[in-house]
């Protein structure tokens, strides 16, 4: 699939086109705001889980829907609607709720840039039949169980395919596709009456022919290694002491505990414990944090962010001294900066909010 095809399934399909966009955004401009955008979104989802040797379950989805937003100083209008329609896009454009807003401040001012190109387009969803996807499951838990201490293999597949059209009232038009593929494998092992169990997997923007045998073998492998570990494994001693933590989703420690605290929001609010910090030591030397949202074929790597900036690498510390925050375009332009790319929405019912994409020490 192409970026046309983008618009051709969230436009034309539904007799939708660029000019009805802008006249829509017009209209809301017309009342005095800042900043506008309409946000399209089209997103598939399937998902397989085996347990037991068994396909316990099997899923398909498809959720689509549009989000109006307008901003005014610091303050943001929004709604959703779960279809495309021109009456209904007119109706949730004309019905926005706007207060009084003479009197506001300047308008966005983002330099526009180029879009990446990080990953493939291609739907996960159709690169494999069904019954491809139930044999793959199929051959983890025969491998999983050549280990005599298995008794039970859990192997989970989940796939999405979302396609996003944004429209901003300075007249900027952007599409994106953005796949996603994960493969969870679980082993529960047994000795000596006690059991374990350990997980490993992986995925990213792939085909799902990103699980060649090899690469399959190597999580069974590791899920192993880590479940026979913990049965050998002694309680941890009570009380402070250092901990040393390993590559890898030991990252989502670094996650919650630093990197929420340099989103641009809390800090601009002054909730965050590195607010006003900037050109202060706030790690040990040594210490570089970065969040790098085009890296290609990463799970958190985006072409262009939810407001249609291209995402870029942010180095957040360097040497334990704090250099700056993320941003979205609204929290960028209240604290006259510029956005790092890391306008994120959960989906088109949710208004973007500067979040993490890839972020690492």
Known sequence: MSHAQVSQNLLYNNQLDETFLN????????????FADLYLQNTASESWVL???IIKSGSFAINQGIGVRAVCGEKTFFSYANAL???????LVDNLFIENVSGIAKAYSQAPSAQLDL??????????ESAAKISLLQQIDQLGRKNSYVTNVIASINLEYDQVYLA????RQFS???PLIH?????????????????????????????SPEMVASYIDKAYEQAMLKLEAKAAPSGEMPIVLGNGWAGVILHEAVGHGLEGDFNRKGSSAFSGKIGQQVASNGVTVIDEGCIADRRGSLNIDDEGNPTQRTVLIED??????????????????????????????????????????
């Open 85 to 91: 329609d021109t009456q209904l896009i007119s109706n």
């Open 51 to 53: 347990d037991e040797g």
């Open 176 to 178: 994106d596709i953005r």
């Open 183 to 211: 493969l969870s494998i679980s082993l529960i092992v047994s000795k000596d009456g006690k059991l374990e169990r350990a997980g490993a997997g992986g995925g990213g923007r792939y085909e799902l022919s990103y699980f």
């Open 320 to 361: 334990g001294i704090l250099q700056g925050y993320l941003y979205d375009e609204l929290n960028a332009r209240l604290m006259n900066t510029q956005s790092t790319g890391n306008g994120r929405r959960e989906s088109f019912a949710s208004n973007p909010l500067p979040r993490m994409t890839n972020t690492y020490m």
């Open 168 to 171: 901003r009232s300075d007249e």
């Open 23 to 34: 006249r829509q955004l017009a209209k809301l401009t017309h009342r005095g705001i800042d």
């Open 119 to 128: 990953y493939t387009l291609t739907n996960p969803l159709y690169s494999m």
